[in-house]
């Protein structure tokens, strides 16, 4: 049985979660066009704002002590006016997926923050497609019914659902 820890992260930490994201920003440039830095790097230059603005959360993931992955999740305004909590980023290290740890991992964040939810996954990320209605579905008890929304980076299924521990 693997030890599964979600841990809030500290400014101190925004190296860590820097190396990281290089892991997440390169698998989402199968889906995105990402701009490569001269210096080899990509950049999200959102972080400093999980520790700078209100309704902002960062965590770091650890199996058995290890680190393994990073959520991120902001409130948003939902379509109604009213907040929404919206799983900005997601990112479980490739060796420990399909083993549940995103499932335990999601799960966890949707009981500390109790409420209106929503999931978005872009329609050309296989793996989210799979994974994200199943964590939803055994989260909720049922399964949740998607919208589809068109943008201009692609086309989204987006899950909303209540978060009610």
């Not at 979600?6 to 290089?22: D, K, Y």
């Amino acid at each position: 049985m693997m030890s599964i820890e979600l841990v809030a992260a500290t400014p101190e930490q925004a190296g860590i979660l820097e190396n990281l994201l290089e892991l997440y920003v390169h698998d989402m440039s199968e889906f995105f066009e990402v701009p490569l830095g001269e210096d080899g790097r990509f950049r999200y230059p959102n972080l400093p704002l999980y520790w700078s603005e209100a309704g902002r959360y960062a965590f770091l993931v650890r199996v058995d002590g290890k680190l393994a992955g990073f959520v991120f999740v902001k409130q948003v305004s939902g379509t109604d006016g009213g907040p929404i909590w919206d799983m900005a980023e997601f990112f479980v290290i490739r060796g420990l997926r399909r083993r549940r740890v995103g499932l335990a991992v999601a799960r966890e964040v949707w009981k500390r923050f109790p409420g209106e939810w929503e999931v978005r996954v872009t329609e050309s990320n296989a793996g989210g497609q799979r994974f994200w209605p199943k964590a939803i579905g055994e989260f909720v008890g049922a399964a949740v019914e998607p919208l589809y929304l068109e943008t201009s980076r692609g086309r989204w299924t987006v899950y909303s659902f209540f978060s009610n521990p």
